[in-house]
């Protein structure tokens, strides 16, 4: 080959690589996404953003986080028809917008969700209504009839089920940090007495501060009544019954929701529930140690018990427990019968994991938890590869072995009778064991989901 030939050869190379690097990049962001070739009627656009909205109302009242709640939203209106759509959801305030390009003025609809509950026959309900519409089984119009059904349906058992369930929460809860059976089954009847307590406070439309305070007075003076007739002996740990009750209580809160939250760049609704948390657990403390001060009038004491360590002598018994609490805690909160064998094991998975890291290294109660959590999450999200319907199931059951109610509960008893620093202290420390706990989930949850999500 002649070395003119080459020289031309080479130069054109080169010159189409600098063409390559020179050239601009591709745009940051898409923000003008195609529209039509026809754009949809007034009717059509209504109606599919009124399902939208219905079923995001839905999930962000029952806890699902605003990240996933807006997804399954803009998912569901793009199945229908409509791609071009934006979701703001600001703390309880969900707007929707289509676009409509030149060729027509955009349609805007907003909704507030002023109600909190937890109802996980419910989300899994509406989790396979978009997924029929999204595998095109089922009209805009039947999905619509169906979403309103299952708001205006009735719970899959009666309340007194979840009240068992929160009953046998917490005397699983209480066998998992050692408590004997007398204090299971007090923490057992004093949970099912709360929780009916709770519920009518809640028919009064009392503020959930105020219930929060009472569930906790209750706990600590019914354990203080009983210890002071002799029905608990003071070697029985009966602080155990309480710490079992404030797990109960914290089990409410929606950690998990607001950490992904605050990940995912949802900062205004995270901060609100945030704020939410923070004043639904003050209200724990003050009924705590509203209780405290007055059995210390009584001359008695609840003294809390040391957290017990994991080993291998009681490793079976306390797994044990610890499956039994997240299926106690399905079962409260109305998830489908079918899942609580998922709950089951993932509650008992999560505290072997928890167990394991405690005893093979020496990381510490905070690393630990976040480990264990972010097995739950990586569980979850490997659940969403198949029927997503577990998936809230799995998340919320997984982490109620690893709740703080012991740590929270020793940080209130510091703070009502011994000096103010430790007890700070020990409640920083419970803040970071359930911030570890969220934190692991949602890691877990982002490692394991699937690409597409």
């Not at 409509?82 to 969900?94: E, K, R, S």
């Not at 929780?195 to 929060?212: C, E, I, M, S, Y």
């Not at 040391?306 to 909160?333: C, H, V």
Request: aromatic share 6%; net charge neutral; proline share 4%.
């Amino acid at each position: 080959m002649r070395p003119g030939r080459i020289v031309r050869r080479v130069r054109g190379i080169v010159k189409r690589e600098a063409h390559v690097l020179l050239r601009g990049g591709e745009p940051t962001v898409d923000l003008l996404r195609q529209i039509g070739p026809d754009v949809p009627a007034d009717t059509q656009v209504i109606e599919v953003l009124d399902l939208c909205i219905q079923v995001g109302e839905v999930l962000l009242s029952t806890g699902v986080p605003v990240d996933e709640t807006s997804a399954t939203m803009m998912r569901l209106a793009a199945a229908c028809g409509l791609p071009t759509v934006d979701v703001d959801i600001t703390f309880n305030a969900i707007t929707m917008c289509y676009h409509r390009g030149n060729v027509a003025a955009p349609v805007t609809t907003m909704r507030l969700a002023n109600y909190r509950t937890t109802d996980l026959t419910r989300i899994a309900v509406i989790t396979g209504i978009v997924d029929q519409v999204m595998r095109s089984r089922m009209t805009v119009a039947a999905a619509t009839a169906a979403v309103s059904e299952t708001v205006n349906a009735r719970h899959p058992y009666p309340r007194w089920v979840a009240t068992a369930g929160l009953a046998g929460l917490a005397a699983a809860v209480a066998v998992l940090l050692g408590g004997s059976a007398v204090i299971a089954l007090t923490a057992l009847a004093v949970t099912a007495l709360i929780d009916r307590l709770g519920f009518v406070l809640h028919q009064r439309n009392v503020a959930p501060f105020f219930v929060q305070v009472t569930g906790a007075f209750m706990v600590t003076v019914a354990t203080l009544g009983l210890l002071a007739a002799g029905a608990l002996p003071s070697d029985t740990q009966p602080s155990l019954v309480i710490a079992a009750g404030l797990t109960v209580l914290l089990s409410g809160l929606t950690v998990v929701g607001t950490v992904q939250d605050a990940i995912s760049g949802f900062y205004v609704t995270a901060a609100g529930r945030a704020a939410e948390i923070a004043l639904l657990s003050a209200g724990l403390l003050a009924g705590v140690i509203l209780g405290l001060k007055l059995g210390l009038v009584f001359d008695l004491d609840l003294n809390p018990a040391e957290p017990l360590p994991a080993d291998t002598t009681g490793f079976a018994l306390t797994m044990g427990a610890a499956a039994m609490s997240a299926a106690m805690f399905a079962l409260a909160t109305y998830a489908p019968l079918r899942s609580l064998p998922a709950a089951f094991v993932i509650g008992g998975t999560a505290w072997a994991a928890y167990a394991a890291v405690t005893m093979l290294t020496d990381f510490g109660y905070v690393a630990a938890s976040g480990v264990a959590a972010t097995v739950v999450g990586v569980t979850a999200g490997l659940s969403r590869r198949g029927s997503a319907r577990v998936t809230q199931v799995i998340l919320l059951s997984g982490i109620i072995p690893l709740l703080p109610g012991l740590t929270a509960y020793r940080g209130f008893y510091q703070l009502a009778t011994q000096d103010v620093v430790s007890g700070l202290v020990t409640l920083i420390l419970a803040l970071a064991i359930g911030l570890a706990v969220a934190a692991g989930v949602v890691l877990g949850d982002l490692i394991a989901r699937p690409a597409a999500s």
